[in-house]
């Protein structure tokens, strides 16, 4: 027989205990309450999907990313390592008669082989919320709001949390007041996209290597060391093309500021999401002492549907992991009480009196209520401290005297209080707090 530690688990992969599980529920609970406090409709697809499909969004360079094989139809499929591209290719079925704006939101478990690391793991849990076929700012800081409030859900304030947002297409406009030519803008943007972690003399350097001019060089330094939109607007606020890009954002925040968001939204010039489809405003979620990866990140994506054959359709949209999120959340002492609890534990003194409190017992469920006792015979006190251990709130004690009066003795078990009812007062109370 093979040894137990031969079938240990998988790398990079979570197993979720009870007390996990309800930690991940616990979360499960805030997004879907708050997505569908905003009218979002939830959605899901197939965790496997034709390889293609991520080729098409991302570059070959993805495969190597992926949990990817050709399966025993010879179809090269992939498990899902985001759920974007389903949702682009569900909605390029589907969307033509559709009425727009569309808002869905799901919450799919991905997967992705890469090295993990404290808050990147090999699967995780996501809330992805989009809104396809609305190109206004407003349905940009409409997600943002969304993102927010996921995280505020939690119980997590401005003090935890930060969102940074900016704009590509204002990025396109600096390097274009920059001087830097078309063929360069991609990398500029890798450059960019690294600029808080790689420090000022790496991102000098960075762009140096691209072969740009020392005069264009020396700007973008300049406001990548201090990327305020103040700082922005002194370098670059001359130009149509910088001030329109602004004139986005601005609306963008002040639609969050109206909601009472604005403590939670910072410009950040050096937010560009590294993900090429991205095609307007795009945000990322952080800690606020810097401690942990992207809570959360999103954008305006408005060409992705027409690459998977769907209606060229504008869209934004956001993925917020269950990793980093929990991580926080412990940090900030914020995970709910996961032990096991029960309305009522009931006890019978006898095996005469086993009947009526299994008959009560299941009246009680059926009532709503969770109800627990002992699968097998045992003296009254095991029984009570079996309750305790189940952290019930109510003992309902059945011994020879209530089971003939039709009664039981209902026992506090906080307070140590006890009243003895007739069993049809439990149930008339019971049905009436339902």
């Given at each position: 027989?093979?040894?137990?530690?031969?079938?240990?688990?998988?790398?990079?992969?979570?197993?979720?205990?009870?007390?996990?599980?309800?930690?991940?529920?616990?979360?499960?609970?805030?997004?879907?309450?708050?997505?569908?406090?905003?009218?979002?409709?939830?959605?899901?697809?197939?965790?496997?999907?034709?390889l293609g499909l991520y080729v098409?969004?991302?570059?070959?360079?993805?495969?190597?990313?992926?949990?990817?094989?050709?399966?025993?139809?010879?179809?090269?499929?992939?498990?899902?390592?985001?759920?974007?591209?389903?949702?682009?290719?569900?909605?390029?079925?589907?969307?033509r008669g559709m009425p727009k704006?569309?808002?869905?939101?799901?919450?799919?478990?991905?997967?992705?082989?890469?090295?993990?690391?404290?808050?990147?793991?090999?699967?995780?849990?996501?809330?992805?919320?989009?809104?396809?076929?609305?190109?206004?700012?407003?349905?940009?800081?409409?997600?943002?709001?969304?993102?927010?409030?996921?995280?505020?859900?939690?119980?997590?304030?401005?003090?935890?949390?930060?969102?940074?947002?900016?704009?590509?297409?204002?990025?396109?406009?600096?390097?274009?007041?920059?001087?830097?030519?078309?063929?360069?803008?991609?990398?500029?943007?890798?450059?960019?996209?690294?600029?808080?972690?790689?420090?000022?003399?790496?991102?000098?350097?960075?762009?140096?290597?691209?072969?740009?001019?020392?005069?264009?060089?020396?700007?973008?330094?300049?406001?990548?060391?201090?990327?305020?939109?103040?700082?922005?607007?002194?370098?670059?606020?001359?130009?149509?093309?910088?001030?329109?890009?602004?004139?986005?954002?601005?609306?963008?925040r002040s639609i969050l500021e109206?909601?009472?968001?604005?403590?939670?939204?910072?410009?950040?010039?050096?937010?560009?999401?590294?993900?090429?489809?991205?095609?307007?405003?795009?945000?990322?979620?952080?800690?606020?002492?810097?401690?942990?990866?992207?809570?959360?990140?999103?954008?305006?994506?408005?060409?992705?549907?027409?690459?998977?054959?769907?209606?060229?359709?504008?869209?934004?949209?956001?993925?917020?992991?269950?990793?980093?999120?929990?991580?926080?959340?412990?940090?900030?002492?914020?995970?709910?009480?996961?032990?096991?609890?029960?309305?009522?534990?009931?006890?019978?003194?006898?095996?005469?009196?086993?009947?009526?409190?299994?008959?009560?017992?299941?009246?009680?469920?059926?009532?709503?209520?969770?109800?627990?006792?002992?699968?097998?015979?045992?003296?009254?006190?095991?029984?009570?401290?079996?309750?305790?251990?189940?952290?019930?709130?109510?003992?309902?004690?059945?011994?020879?005297?209530?089971?003939?009066?039709?009664?039981?003795?209902?026992?506090?078990?906080?307070?140590?209080?006890?009243?003895?009812?007739?069993?049809?007062?439990?149930?008339?109370?019971?049905?009436?707090?339902?």
């Amino acid at each position: 027989m093979p040894a137990a530690n031969s079938f240990a688990r998988l790398p990079g992969f979570r197993d979720f205990a009870p007390g996990d599980l309800a930690v991940r529920n616990h979360i499960f609970a805030a997004w879907r309450r708050v997505a569908r406090g905003y009218g979002f409709r939830e959605y899901d697809g197939p965790p496997l999907e034709p390889l293609g499909l991520y080729v098409e969004k991302s570059g070959e360079e993805i495969v190597g990313q992926l949990y990817a094989f050709r399966d025993k139809g010879g179809r090269d499929v992939a498990l899902r390592p985001e759920m974007t591209p389903t949702l682009a290719r569900m909605l390029a079925e589907r969307s033509r008669g559709m009425p727009k704006p569309i808002r869905w939101f799901s919450l799919p478990q991905l997967f992705r082989y890469e090295r993990s690391q404290r808050g990147r793991l090999r699967e995780h849990f996501q809330l992805n919320v989009d809104i396809v076929g609305e190109a206004g700012v407003a349905a940009d800081a409409e997600v943002l709001a969304v993102a927010i409030d996921a995280v505020r859900g939690l119980g997590l304030d401005h003090n935890d949390f930060v969102a940074r947002v900016n704009d590509r297409r204002l990025v396109t406009a600096v390097l274009d007041a920059a001087g830097v030519a078309a063929g360069r803008h991609a990398g500029c943007l890798a450059v960019i996209d690294k600029a808080g972690r790689a420090g000022p003399d790496r991102t000098r350097a960075g762009l140096e290597a691209l072969g740009l001019s020392p005069a264009a060089v020396a700007r973008l330094a300049e406001l990548l060391a201090d990327g305020s939109r103040a700082h922005l607007a002194e370098l670059f606020g001359d130009d149509a093309a910088v001030r329109g890009a602004m004139r986005r954002l601005d609306e963008h925040r002040s639609i969050l500021e109206a909601m009472g968001l604005g403590p939670y939204v910072r410009f950040d010039f050096t937010v560009v999401r590294g993900l090429a489809y991205y095609t307007g405003i795009v945000f990322e979620l952080f800690d606020r002492a810097g401690r942990l990866r992207a809570i959360c990140g999103g954008g305006r994506y408005d060409r992705l549907l027409e690459l998977v054959g769907g209606e060229p359709l504008p869209a934004v949209g956001f993925g917020m992991g269950d990793v980093v999120l929990g991580e926080l959340l412990r940090d900030r002492a914020l995970v709910p009480d996961t032990e096991t609890s029960c309305d009522v534990f009931v006890v019978w003194v006898g095996a005469e009196q086993r009947a009526p409190g299994l008959e009560l017992s299941h009246r009680l469920r059926e009532a709503g209520h969770s109800v627990m006792y002992s699968l097998r015979p045992q003296g009254v006190g095991k029984q009570l401290r079996a309750a305790s251990r189940a952290r019930a709130g109510r003992a309902v004690i059945i011994g020879p005297e209530e089971a003939a009066n039709g009664s039981a003795t209902v026992r506090d078990l906080e307070s140590g209080r006890q009243e003895t009812r007739p069993l049809a007062s439990l149930l008339d109370r019971a049905e009436a707090g339902r």
